[in-house]
């Protein structure tokens, strides 16, 4: 029996997959007093174990994570990319702002991939996706996985990164990545023509290497993103969440200001000079009533 390290690349109900330092992937479960000591172990995070010399082996140790998303459930992430379809189905910008919320409370660079850019009839959501979101300080690359476009720019982005690819259910995050990395041939669902949602084709998250020091995590899709019941954003660090609103905030007549629309609030004069986005406004006072309405128990 030899110890390792190595990066946990696949969580499949307690029997996880893990690359070790080496390159050698084993198939190894927790230990008993890690379990019995509640701690988890998904995919992402860097652990030690002893190796059994047979494919298998025991994590004994999880090293502390640089960030943990509870959604998609992924730690020590560089980049987050949200996929955001072009066309149908349309996400709304309130969900994609919750995904950026974490991100940027959790250290973590965001881009929006806007995807099935070659089905967009008349270019108003890629154009409101770029505004918003350029303003908001992410990258925004426009891609086809049909045509190829900006492909290969996200795939650069991706180099070199531990990245997680994050979004609703059939707004073809699986349909680009395999344009990104054709070995990887993940599932493609079709869109359900009642109700314009995509069938979740991915179930578990996991780690697939692309490079020498290149990862990308597919996620399973969402349909909603519930602040609440998740506990996932406190309202106190609500602020940090919106970095691009974040230097108004100081300004404020008050030093009470809730920032959604007070006398005197730096940000709402801030989003009339047209200097913040009023839709990522809009996004902080909704997501600041939730928090705020949020019962203790």
Not at 15 to 41: H, K, P, S, Y
Not at 172 to 186: E, H, I, R, T, V
Not at 262 to 289: H, I, K, N, P
Request: hydrophobic share 35%; charged share 25%.
């Amino acid at each position: 029996m030899s110890l390792f390290d190595g990066r946990v690349r696949k969580d499949n109900a307690g029997l996880f997959t893990v690359e070790a330092a080496d390159g050698a992937l084993l198939c190894c479960r927790a230990a008993t007093r890690l379990r019995n000591g509640g701690q988890g172990v998904k995919p992402g995070d860097l652990v030690r174990g002893e190796d059994n010399g047979d494919g298998t082996g025991f994590i004994t140790a999880v090293l502390p994570r640089r960030n943990d998303f509870i959604r998609p459930s992924v730690c020590n992430i560089d980049l987050l990319v949200i996929a955001v379809s072009a066309s149908t189905p349309a996400t709304p910008l309130y969900n994609i702002d919750k995904q950026t919320a974490l991100a940027a409370l959790n250290g973590a660079d965001c881009c929006i991939a806007v995807t099935k850019h070659d089905t967009e009839t008349d270019g108003a959501q890629t154009e409101l996706l770029q505004r918003v979101y350029t303003q908001a300080g992410c990258e925004v690359v426009v891609t086809s996985a049909a045509t190829g476009e900006g492909v290969d720019a996200l795939r650069r982005r991706l180099e070199g990164r531990v990245s997680a690819f994050s979004g609703a259910s059939g707004v073809g995050k699986s349909s680009l990545m395999n344009a990104l990395y054709p070995a990887f041939s993940a599932q493609v669902g079709e869109i359900s023509g009642r109700i314009a949602r995509g069938r979740n084709t991915t179930r578990l998250t996991e780690l697939f290497k692309a490079g020498p020091s290149t990862y990308v995590a597919d996620t399973p899709g969402f349909t909603m993103l519930d602040l609440v019941r998740y506990d996932i954003i406190p309202l106190e660090r609500i602020h940090d969440a919106f970095p691009d609103l974040r230097p108004y905030m100081d300004r404020c007549r008050y030093r009470k200001c809730t920032h959604t629309g007070e006398d005197g609030c730096a940000v709402a004069a801030a989003v009339e000079q047209g200097l913040a986005s009023e839709e990522r406004w809009e996004s902080f006072c909704r997501m600041y009533g939730e928090l705020k309405a949020k019962k203790p128990y």
